[in-house]
């Protein structure tokens, strides 16, 4: 009985040691291959989105269209990880299960305040951002720019540490002055009772569509 009972505990932690490594290829491989496919469907549809929209005159201002829910508002390249996603617009769990996701209470790239972005910390999102370092750009695409942003902090929180989305993430509540971006995710991975969030701020603007693109962005 008791060699039959050590047998049924072998199997049964065989077993459960199979499913646990299939269910880690999926979150490495199976999420990467659904990330990798939404992205391009994401990819296609901002082009044609920024393809339909009116173009602005020399010296015209473009005016922010509101972004949609789950729409694409912008192309967030990171070189040091030799990473590039679609940013959606929302960070609601159906908005970032496959993309990050702009805070929608916070700036648009480029303007005055800051343009947050959320992810998971997932192989094929935001899995080694914490190996950003500072000075390490991360440039931003939108319709009319590239925006050159420059890490400035690589730090963790707590989830109620909510002011770091804020408009003025050092002092919240008073009028901002910088043009900055801040991504956040779970920490530490496979986990979430912290976040890792990193700061950056612009530091230049290049004009889109003239066939150059920021030396920043390297072999991307």
């Known amino acids: 009985m008791i060699r039959v009972a050590i047998r049924s505990l072998g199997e049964l932690l065989i077993t459960v040691g199979v499913v646990v490594l299939l269910f880690a290829a999926y979150e ?37 269209d509101k972004p949609i829910p789950g729409q694409g508002v912008a192309r967030l390249y990171i070189p040091r990880l030799g990473m590039q996603w679609v940013v959606v617009e929302g960070v609601t769990k159906h908005d970032i299960k496959l993309a990050p996701g702009h805070y929608p209470d916070s700036q648009l790239p480029g303007q005055v305040g800051n343009f947050a972005v959320a992810g998971h910390r997932m192989p094929s999102v935001f ?20 925006d050159v942003y420059r890490v400035t902090r690589n730090h963790i929180i707590r989830p109620t540490q909510v002011s770091v989305v804020a408009k003025n993430p050092e002092h919240p509540g008073t009028p901002a002055t910088r043009k900055l971006l801040t991504l956040t995710t779970c920490n530490p991975k496979w986990d979430n009772y912290q976040r890792l969030v990193i700061q950056a701020e612009l530091t230049r603007e290049d004009p889109r569509g003239t066939g150059t693109r920021p030396a920043e962005l390297g072999g991307l």
Do not use: C, M
């Open 28 to 64: 490495v491989y199976g999420k990467a291959f659904e990330v990798h496919a939404d992205q391009s469907r994401l990819d296609s549809a901002l082009d044609r989105q920024w393809g339909q929209q009116a173009p602005t005159r020399p010296g015209q201002k473009p005016v922010a």
């Open 127 to 146: 899995w080694n951002i914490d190996q950003l370092h500072e000075g390490d750009p991360i440039v931003v695409e939108t319709r009319t720019s590239w």
